[in-house]
């Protein structure tokens, strides 16, 4: 497994743009495809999106296409979610989470502790 440390949420208004990290320790962090999960009060985790080993592939939620970007860098064992055009209904926390391509909970099996965004309108 590896671990994983989430950074960047915090507080923005409506329109604006937030970059979440999340670092990853060990050396196998490119033989994972990286996701960012989040869950909303009284809300099931939901998939953000997904970015596959080498960077190639993405996925993106029919909610956030369009206005977040996914990444990974390899070489800094990190991956990020750059937000932008953040509404009030993008409030949440995010999860960062390690594992095989896929968009349910189950094919991730490392998760970070959680980032809090919240948007006010």
């Known amino acids: 497994q590896v671990q994983l440390v989430e950074s960047g949420g915090g507080l923005v208004q409506a329109g604006g743009s937030l970059r979440l990290s999340c670092a990853a320790s060990g050396r196998t962090f490119s033989s994972y495809a990286m996701a960012w999960f989040r869950q909303a009060p009284g809300k099931e985790r939901a998939i953000v999106s997904v970015i596959n080993r080498s960077g190639s592939r993405t996925y993106y939620a029919d909610s956030v296409k369009g206005r977040f970007t996914i990444s990974r860098d390899n070489a800094k064992t990190t991956v990020y979610l750059q937000m932008n055009t953040l509404k009030p209904e993008d409030t949440a926390v995010y999860y960062c989470?390690?594992?095989?391509?896929?968009?349910?909970?189950?094919?991730?099996?490392?998760w970070g502790q959680g980032t809090q965004v919240t948007v006010s309108s």
């Open positions: 989470a390690a594992g095989r391509w896929g968009v349910d909970p189950d094919a991730f099996g490392s």
